[in-house]
């Protein structure tokens, strides 16, 4: 009888030891628990204030970016309608080939510059005819004072013209309306602040001053 007293008590003792040790491990747990959540809060505001970082870096601007974009779009869109006329105006393949090359490069550009705009809150040009003096609603930066924009009687000739006269006179406004946006594109590389701003600007530069070279040696002057 006394045997299973015995017994039965160190039974009890274990139970309360088991009991105990379970405990301490919970408050263990407990602790690693908090310490993981303080972890892990550290580690949702690192990802918060990179992500925060990115964002301020992807949307620094200044007012260089707005007139660089506000001002190229137009001057993209007057390169699409004097390309869109090689189609059935030009007579040299080389032309019509360049034409169709500065479609493909500059609709895109002129999309994305207006998707930098409205995040900015900026207005976007509007679609005009074309030539620098029907642009309303813009500034002097994007309009008329935008370098080697064709007039109204530039592109109502280029617009009457076929065959060779065509093609010198499409060359001819082209590396100007070329030198144009190599200038904007120079002026906001050295005064912008929006990276995809500067990168698009830097491979205007490089793209339409390979075009200029062409342009010229189709021309004979190369």
């Not at 550290?42 to 970016?65: K, L, P, R, V």
């Not at 590396?175 to 904007?184: C, P």
């Not at 701003?197 to 010229?216: H, K, L, R, W």
Request: net charge negative; proline share 3%; charged share 20%.
């Amino acid at each position: 009888m006394r045997n299973t007293r015995t017994l039965t008590r160190r039974a009890a003792l274990g139970a309360v030891s088991v009991t105990a040790a379970l405990a301490l491990a919970a408050c263990g747990g407990s602790g690693d628990s908090g310490d993981s959540g303080s972890s892990g809060d550290a580690g949702s505001n690192s990802s918060t204030s990179a992500s925060a970082g990115t964002g301020s870096t992807a949307g620094a601007h200044n007012a260089q970016d707005v007139t660089f974009a506000q001002g190229m779009i137009p001057h993209h869109r007057q390169a699409l309608e004097v390309a869109a006329l090689a189609a059935d105006r030009a007579s040299s393949a080389q032309v019509k080939d360049l034409a169709s090359r500065v479609e493909k490069a500059q609709d895109p550009e002129i999309r994305t510059m207006s998707g930098w705009l409205t995040a900015w809150g900026e207005d976007v040009p509007a679609a005009s005819g074309g030539a620098a003096e029907s642009m309303p609603g813009m500034d002097h930066s994007a309009g008329s004072g935008m370098p080697g924009m064709m007039d109204g009687s530039d592109m109502d000739m280029l617009k009457k013209a076929s065959g060779a006269d065509f093609d010198t006179m499409f060359l001819t406004m082209m590396i100007e309306h070329h030198k144009g946006a190599v200038d904007m594109a120079t002026t906001e590389k050295s005064k912008g602040t929006y990276q995809p701003a500067t990168a698009m600007s830097d491979a205007i530069v490089t793209a339409q001053t390979a075009e200029i070279t062409e342009m010229n040696k189709l021309l004979g002057k190369g």
